[in-house]
């Protein structure tokens, strides 16, 4: 098995490479030639473990940098972690923004490989909010879940284009007072 660097797998260095050139300069404008050579292969080498560009992307999507919920805590304190992570996630990224978002806006084919992914990413989120709201006693689950999903995903476009966390502080806010409002009355909102 081939291995780039620090012994990270080739394939997914690659990918790694790809998704670091995708996120700060877009997809469009970087060739597979630069991801090689940044990545430090040959073109060959890259199609050997890629079929296509467009095969590249996908996985490349999967190794962008993204929020990182919480696991630990009571549900609600997680939800709450969730708005927490994603003021870390913009601080660090410098409101580069959600890959998600970046990719998506380039990908207008509905059945690109990525186009999936992220569809994929985006209904895992909501089932990880899902479950929260379910745990915490939520009296409709599946729509506060949608709810909480469209309330982080409008803070972390909104931070991004504003370059400010005051989307995503007023953004918790509102989910704290959904929570209080559609979770058990013998719950408390951490």
Known sequence: MLHGPRGRVLKEHIAAVAAGLFYAEGIHRVGVDR????????????????RSKDELIAEALRCAPNVTFPSDGTPLERVRGAFDALVDFLTES????????IFSAELTDRRHPARLEIEQFLAKRRRWFERRVREAGARDPVAVAEELDVLFDGALAAGTKRGTLEPVIAARRLALRLLALECAPDRQVA
Request: with cysteine; proline share 4%; charged share 20%.
């Open 35 to 50: 991801i090689a050579d940044k990545a430090g292969v040959t073109k060959r080498t890259l199609y050997h473990h890629f």
């Open 94 to 101: 410098a409101f580069r923004g959600c890959p998600f978002i």
